[in-house]
C-alpha cells in the first residue's frame, strides 16, 4: 500500500497549499490512503465541519487530531456520527469522539489509525502507551488491519521515538505531530515500522510554529500578550510522510515530502 501522511495543517496558508498539491500527489503516487492532521486547520485553532468536509473531498481518508480537537466548539456536535476524524485515545473515558478506527481503503485493504496524545510537557491524559497497546491487541497488523498508523501528537521529540519502538513490528508507520517542525529521520525500525518524529505542519515558515511571529516574539521577550495568534500568511510549504508497504504491512520505502513554500523541497519519486 502507499500511505500519505500530512502533519498538522495550520489556517488558510495550510489548507491552501494541501489542496494545490494533494491531487497530483494522489496521481503520481497512487496513493491508496491518506491521513491528515486537521487540528489547527481552523485559523489555527480546531477544525470545522466545513473544513473536514472539504478535505474529504480532495481525497483525505482520515483525519486526526490533538490537543487542539475541540478549539472549535461546533466539533462537539458532529464528532460522535463522524467516524473519520479521530481525537486522542487516551482523552477521559466520556470524551466525545473516539481515538482508533478501521477504514477502508480504495483499494479494499484494511488501515487501523490510532491517533494518541503524549503527556512530557502536556496536559496531563491517561498513558498513551497503554491505548495504543490496546488498539494494537485488539487489530494486529497482518491480521485484523493490512496497515497500522500511528499519528503520536506530542512535544517531546523521546517520547515519540520511545512509541515508535514501542509499535516497531507492529504498525507500518508511527509518524509524530505536533512540534509543526519536520525532522530529519524518517527511517525504517529494525521490526519494520516506518517512523519519522515529527511530520512538520502545512504553514508559512516565516513564522514560530506558524503563527505570525511578531506575538510570540512578544510573549518571549517581554511576558506580555498583546493579541491573539493567528497563521502566518506567506506562502506555505505542506509536509508529510510518504510510506510504502509491503510484506505483512511493514514499511518497505519511507520518504519525507517538502513541497512549496520555504522548506528545502522533497518530492518522493513515484
Ligand atoms: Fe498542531
Ligand atoms: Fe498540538
Request: one cysteine or more.
Amino acid at each position: 500500500m502507499r500511505i500519505l501522511f500530512i502533519g498538522d495543517i495550520i489556517g488558510r496558508p495550510g489548507r491552501e497549499i494541501v489542496s494545490a498539491e494533494l491531487p497530483s500527489l494522489r496521481r503520481d503516487l497512487k496513493l491508496d490512503f491518506v491521513v491528515v492532521n486537521g487540528e489547527n486547520a481552523a485559523g489555527g485553532f480546531g477544525i470545522t465541519r466545513n473544513i473536514a468536509n472539504e478535505f474529504f473531498a480532495i481525497g483525505v481518508d482520515v483525519i486526526t487530531t490533538g490537543n487542539h480537537w475541540a478549539d472549535q466548539k461546533e466539533i462537539l456536535s458532529f464528532i460522535d456520527d463522524e467516524d473519520r476524524i479521530l481525537r486522542p485515545r487516551n482523552y477521559p473515558r466520556g470524551t466525545p469522539g473516539k481515538g482508533a478506527g478501521l477504514f477502508e481503503s480504495r483499494s479494499g485493504m484494511r488501515v487501523l489509525v490510532v491517533n494518541v496524545m503524549g503527556r512530557t510537557f502536556m496536559d496531563p491524559l491517561d498513558d498513551p502507551f497503554a491505548a495504543v497497546e490496546a488498539e494494537l491487541s485488539a487489530c494486529p497488523l497482518g491480521e485484523g488491519a493490512d496497515a497500522v498508523v500511528v499519528d503520536m501528537h506530542a512535544e517531546a521529540t523521546s517520547e515519540k521515538m520511545a512509541m515508535g519502538h514501542f509499535c516497531d513490528g507492529r504498525a507500518s508507520l508511527v509518524v509524530g505531530t505536533h512540534s509543526h517542525v519536520p525532522t530529519a529521520d524518517a527511517q525504517i525500525l529494525p521490526g519494520g515500522t516506518g517512523y519519522q518524529t515529527d511530520a512538520g505542519a502545512c504553514c508559512d515558515y516565516d513564522s514560530v510554529i506558524g503563527m505570525e511571529k511578531f506575538e510570540p516574539m512578544q510573549r518571549f521577550t517581554r511576558k506580555i500578550s498583546s493579541s491573539r495568534f493567528s497563521p502566518a500568511t506567506g506562502p506555505a510549504t505542506l509536509c508529510g510522510v510518504f510510506v510504502e508497504t509491503g510484506a505483512k504491512g511493514f514499511a518497505s520505502r519511507i520518504e519525507p515530502v517538502r513541497l512549496g513554500g520555504r522548506l528545502k523541497q522533497s518530492r518522493p519519486g513515484a
